[in-house]
């Protein structure tokens, strides 16, 4: 492998030097299952996900912060030479997986938008936010209006996002070298093909895979309207082509007519939850800011210059000067611990 061959973004690279194994992550194609299972084949540290300060509305979903990882580099952190020992020759395996792009693009709007997740309420303030749907066709006509972007992608910043990108360009195909890039209908495949590959290289048993589902609705054919499928095909059509998708069968369709007032009401659970976890992310990142302020000042007022030996300082001025620093470095220490706990 060569730099120029390189995925377009750093962080969606990960890399097991010893198990001889690239993988290429796409979002909204099983890739927080597939995190997991590498995290865990590279010994990575759980609770380090977990413990990161972040706008994520669960525990799986930490695996997403690329700063957490301690054992797994990116492509694009190796040199020439290390690069150049990535071959299917010298007996690595680079893979990815793609997904439906109707199903992705549905799955993206959901999880990100209709979800209202913190981070995308933060990013994208203008963009045309869902309604908290009381009944199906509230989900319908929103999904359909979203879907408008499609239309005129130049004016849309939300499409340079990669949970809406082209999966072509996500993965660069056509110039990065994949082993095989895989659909989700075949994970089965994929976890026989991993095997395979680790068993020679001392691992016996795979770890398991975690299911992961942010989103709770599958998409209807009322969602999924011949209008808004045109808008998906034509936009995607490199993808459906180049990965052999079926545009008029998206995969994971619910065959239901309209959707339940149960799982509705979990929308609007969740929106609620994502929204006080924004919240507690903006109160956390406000504290720690101002701990690291205090922190300086402590720094400043312990490495202050003692009074000039110039000027003449009576020694109740002086005991008077120490106590207020005193006074001052105690308070900010307090502080410091305080915005700590």
Same mark, same amino acid.
Request: proline share 10%; glycine share 4%.
């Given at each position: 492998m060569r730099r120029h061959e390189l995925p377009p973004h750093k962080t969606a690279t990960y890399v097991l030097p010893d198990k001889k194994l690239v993988y290429v992550s796409v979002p909204k194609a099983a890739c927080t299952s597939l995190k997991w299972l590498v995290a865990d084949l590279q010994g990575e540290s759980?609770?380090?996900?977990? +413990? $990161? #300060?972040?706008?994520?509305?669960?525990? @799986?979903? $930490?695996?997403?912060?690329? @700063?957490?990882?301690?054992? $797994?580099?990116? =492509?694009? &952190? =190796?040199d020439e030479d290390q690069l150049a020992e990535i071959t299917p020759d010298n007996g690595w395996f680079v893979f990815g997986v793609v997904r439906h792009p109707a199903s992705r693009f549905w799955s993206g709007w959901q999880s990100k938008m209709l979800l209202h997740e913190p981070r995308f309420v933060r990013r994208y303030p203008d963009a045309q936010w869902p309604r908290i749907p009381s009944t199906s066709s509230d989900v319908e006509e929103d999904f359909a209006r979203f879907s408008e972007v #499609?239309?005129?992608? !130049?004016? &849309?910043?939300i499409l340079r996002d990669r949970h809406f990108m082209r999966q072509t360009d996500l993965l660069r195909l056509g110039t990065t070298p994949y082993d095989r890039i895989y659909q989700t209908s075949e994970m089965g495949q994929l976890l026989t093909d991993l095997a395979e590959h680790l068993r020679p290289l001392g691992v016996s048993e #795979?770890?398991?895979?975690?299911? @992961?589902? !942010? +989103?709770?609705l599958r998409p209807t054919r009322s969602v999924l309207s011949p209008a808004v499928l045109e808008r998906i095909n034509r936009y995607y059509a490199d993808d459906m082509e180049r990965f052999g998708f079926d545009p008029d069968n998206p995969s994971g369709m619910d065959q239901r007519e309209s959707y339940p007032d149960s799982e509705l009401v979990e929308i609007s659970r969740l929106v609620e939850r994502g929204e006080r976890i924004g919240d507690l992310a903006k109160m956390a990142t406000s504290a720690r800011r101002e701990r690291a302020k205090l922190a300086q000042r402590v720094k400043e007022l312990e490495g202050a210059a003692p009074a000039s030996a110039k000027a003449p300082v009576s020694v109740p001025a002086t005991r008077t000067r120490r106590r207020v620093?005193?006074?001052?470095?105690?308070?900010?220490?307090r502080a410091v611990r305080r915005l700590s706990r």
């Open positions: 759980r609770a380090r996900f977990y +413990t $990161t #300060l972040s706008e994520e509305t669960g525990r @799986s979903m $930490t695996v997403h912060r690329r @700063s957490r990882w301690q054992h $797994t580099p990116m =492509l694009h &952190q =190796l #499609l239309d005129s992608p !130049e004016e &849309q910043p #795979l770890p398991e895979m975690p299911h @992961s589902n !942010e +989103t709770p620093a005193g006074a001052a470095r105690s308070l900010a220490r």
